[in-house]
Structures are given as C-alpha cells and as structure tokens.
C-alpha cells in the first residue's frame, strides 16, 4: 500500500463491510417502514406503524426490562469478580501461572455447550446442582429452578458468569500488570494498608482498563440471545425473555418488519448507551 494509491488494497474490507455490514442495517432499516400484505404477501409501505406498534408492545417492554436486568446483574458480579481475582492471580510466585492458563479455558468453551452444560446441571429430575439445592432445602422439588421466574433468570445468570468472568479477569490482570511500581513502592514506604492502596491508587490507576472491558461485556450482555434459546428458551412464559430473544421469535412467525424494528431498537439502544458511557469515561482505543 502507498500513500498515493490506497483504495486498490482497501476495497477487500470495504466490500465485505458493504455487504455484511451497511446493506443488511440499511435493509433492515427499510422492512421496519413496511408491514406484510395478508392477502398478497406482499411487502406494504406502512410509515411509523412498526415503530408505533413497538412502543405501545408491552411485551417489548417487558422485554427491555428483563435485558436490562440481566445485563446489570451480570455486568456487576463478573466485575467484582473479575477484580477479586485478577488481584490474587496478580504475583509471579509459582504455580499462579497454570492458574491464569486454567482461568481461560471458560472461554473456549462455545456458548451453546456451556448453555446445555448449564441446562443439564440444573434440570428438576436429575440435574447435580438441583440436587445439592434440594438437599441444603434451598428450593423445593415441587418448584424445580427452571420453572420458576426468578430462578430460571438466575439460572441463565449463572451460565454467562461462569464462562465470561475469566475474560473481566484477564483484561484487568493485564491492566494490573502495565501499572508503574513507583507509586505503590511510595505508598507502602507512607504506610498504607492494602484497602487504601487499592482504592486510592490501584483502582483509580485501572479506571479506563475497567471502562474498556465493561463496555465490551455490556454491549455483549445486552444481545444476550444463545443461553436464553438454550436453558429456558425465554420460559416460563415470558420471564426470561429478552429483546433480542422476542425479536427472534417475532422473526421465526414471520413478521420480518416487526423482527427488524425490535433489532434496531436494540442497535439504538447500544448505540446511545455506549456513546454516552465512552464520553463519560473518555475511553479509547
């Protein structure tokens, strides 16, 4: 490539950014103006329809707020988790590096096995953490986990946290290891204590480390659409449904102009949030 002449060598990405990128947005931007013909079958131009019939779904809210939820929850227990251990995985003494290495492996594991894995595990009939919960009398075998609306959230909480917290840890341990030595050698010669050093140097010093990873986490957090398919397929009834999981299912019955307006609300809620949160904390990368 050379300065004078770099479209030649930019057209790959800037076809495959066109085809897989720009026209399946720009189409579903133009279904989401449209509504299905009973009669015809036909693609009818319909206006705000769409967008209208979304605000007023109380499901779609129902929805939002069970995405919203989720995305909190997770975000909060893989961060306090990701931190807690990042600190203590952070040190050179022997055996902490296989440590780090089985701390990945999680991560390798495809979201659809870890869904069944989660699946079987808490099963009513058979299920080894149904088991144990039943036997500490911490739930009853007449309510097994995955029919009720709390614990079937949970249930799929749990899942996501398992196989994403080592990914809070790695990034945070990579932030932990790029910190300068002088000003924690500074504060241990002042006399601070472990508590102060972390609050007032190790965590101010990790702000835009830990900025960077929960946007990555919570823009991954609020699709969340395989482990919900898999473990309560967004059951009992609704409550765990979240709007990426409604959108599919709009999609399979075959409004395709519903299923493109509840998507893009999902895009512009992504958008808006993490524009906000990338101005707030001035991350950049």
């Known amino acids: ?15 495959m950014l066109l085809v897989f990128g720009i026209y399946p947005l720009a189409y579903s931007v133009w279904l989401s103006f449209h509504k299905r013909n009973v009669v015809s079958r036909q693609l009818d131009f319909a206006g705000l329809h769409q967008w209208t019939r979304a605000f007023s779904d109380a499901r ?42 089985l701390m990945t492996l999680p991560l390798v594991v495809p979201p659809a096995v870890t869904g069944m894995m989660f699946l079987l595990m808490q099963d009513g009939s058979f299920g080894v953490l149904s088991f144990y919960l039943y036997a500490l009398d911490l739930i009853s075998p007449a309510q097994p986990i995955l029919t009720q609306p709390g614990t079937a959230l949970a249930a799929i909480l749990l899942a996501d946290i398992w196989q994403w917290t080592p990914f809070m840890v790695l990034i ?16 241990a010669i002042d006399g601070a204590n472990g508590i102060q050093t972390f609050l007032r140097l190790t965590l101010p010093m990790l702000r835009k480390v830990i900025a960077v990873a929960v946007l990555i986490r919570g823009v991954d957090l609020f699709r969340i659409y395989d482990y919900v398919y898999i473990i309560t397929a967004g059951g009992p009834g609704t409550a765990t449904e979240t709007l990426s999981f409604y959108a599919g299912r709009i999609y399979f019955t075959g409004d395709f102009p519903y299923a493109a307006t509840l998507s893009l609300i999902v895009l512009v809620v992504l958008i808006g949030v993490s524009n906000i949160f990338v101005r707030l904390f001035k991350v950049r990368f």
């Open 60 to 101: 779609m809210w129902h929805s939002l707020e069970t995405t919203l939820i989720y995305t909190f929850v997770a975000l909060a227990v893989q961060l306090a988790l990701g931190i807690v251990i990042a600190l203590l995985l952070d040190t050179d003494r022997k055996g902490y590096g296989v440590l780090r290495a």
């Open 172 to 187: 945070i341990l990579a932030g932990l290891r790029a910190l300068p030595k002088e000003p924690f050698e500074a504060a």
């Open 1 to 15: 490539m050379t300065a004078e002449h770099p479209f030649p060598w930019l057209a790959p990405i800037t076809v």
